[in-house]
């Protein structure tokens, strides 16, 4: 069965659709062009982001407009209009939502590249976004078909609560990473030591949990709870420099000038020599106590990180054992005098 077009449409319609392809062809060719340009110079990717999708999907909405303006021009029965009409805002929301959620996770993926410590959670965090805009999306289409989403987003809630309860310890450890993320009181290659007594370098920071390596190469997974609320010592921060101390007696006999002089001579010499140590830092020592066989005091090196610290200690207790047996400088074994007194009868 044929419909009845008039004559004018049969012109009027094809100058229509040869009018929305050249106002495409002029659109894409010199005002997109233009404005990509332009935006290539800014520092922000946004701008570069959403002209991209408007560009992608530019000729598809054109093509909208024109299925439209030649349904209306047509003289077709009104439920097929309608029906065509919907099949045209279906094709509209989707148009919007896809190019929406493209654009989050863009932003999701640009996150990750510049925050080394958010990149195990964009992959997690892009899921959630897709979840969301295509709820979003459905809920849409409901309401556009006038569909009640009262009793849905009824379900969805209290679908939501009783997800919550049985996942609970998840989701609770899901929070703490993003409390990880956002204060940052750590980032994935940094050096830390929790509360716990657990150290190592964290390599990797997940939606449930933080993974850290330790000096012998084992691995420790820590749920995020436990991190979050455990007292955390960051050894890269401020900076990765770092003093490293050493603990050192000599006896009581000793020319403390003279200990004081050997000492820093051999600690300017390690950190010269050994990999890891600061070449520019000046050493000293400092006296502290008086102790049973020894006085003692605390020599101050400093490192480039805090794992080079062993190396730096090592070399640095070798060589000042050599150097104070050349010096005739006594460490003293750990000795108590004790005084008897003979009484008389």
């Not at 598809?60 to 003289?75: D, H, I, K, P, Q």
């Not at 050192?248 to 200990?259: E, F, I, P, R, T």
């Amino acid at each position: 069965m044929g419909y009845d077009v008039p004559y004018e449409s049969h012109i009027a319609i094809p100058l229509f659709l040869l009018l929305i392809i050249l106002v495409g062809i002029l659109l894409d060719r010199i005002v997109i062009r233009i404005l990509l340009k332009a935006v290539a110079k800014t520092e922000t990717p946004l701008d570069d982001i959403v002209l991209k999708q408007i560009r992608r999907w530019l000729p598809f909405w054109l093509f909208l407009l024109g299925v439209t303006v030649a349904v209306e021009s047509l003289s077709i029965p009104s439920k097929l209009t309608a029906g065509i009409h919907i099949a045209v805002m279906f094709a509209f929301i989707g148009s919007i939502v896809i190019p929406a959620t493209a654009f989050v996770l863009a932003l999701l993926d640009l996150w990750g590249r510049r925050q080394e410590s958010v990149r195990t959670l964009v992959p997690t965090l892009r899921w959630i976004a897709k979840l969301i805009f295509a709820i979003i999306g459905v809920l849409i289409v409901l309401d556009t078909l006038n569909i009640s989403i009262t009793p849905l987003l009824t379900t969805l809630g209290i679908g939501s609560v009783a997800i919550a309860l049985a996942l609970q310890d998840t989701l609770t450890n899901i929070f703490a990473g993003f409390y990880i993320v956002a204060d940052r009181p750590f980032h994935v290659g940094d050096y830390v030591k929790l509360d716990t007594g657990d150290e190592g370098t964290v390599i990797g920071i997940g939606w449930r949990s933080t993974k850290i390596r330790t000096l012998p190469n084992t691995v420790i997974v820590v749920p995020n709870q436990k991190v979050a609320q455990s007292v955390v010592t960051n050894y890269d921060k401020p900076e990765q420099e770092m003093a490293a101390l050493v603990q050192v007696g000599v006896s009581y006999n000793s020319d403390l000038k003279k200990v004081e002089q050997v000492t820093i001579e051999v600690a300017k010499q390690v950190l010269r020599d050994v990999p890891g140590g600061v070449s520019t830092f000046e050493p000293f020592i400092r006296y502290h106590t008086f102790g049973d066989s020894s006085i003692n005091f605390t020599v101050i090196l400093r490192v480039q990180k805090f794992v080079d610290r062993y190396l730096i200690t090592h070399e640095f207790i070798k060589r000042l054992h050599s150097r104070y047996a050349q010096e005739g400088i006594e460490i003293p074994f750990p000795q108590r005098v004790v005084h008897i007194q003979q009484g008389k009868v």
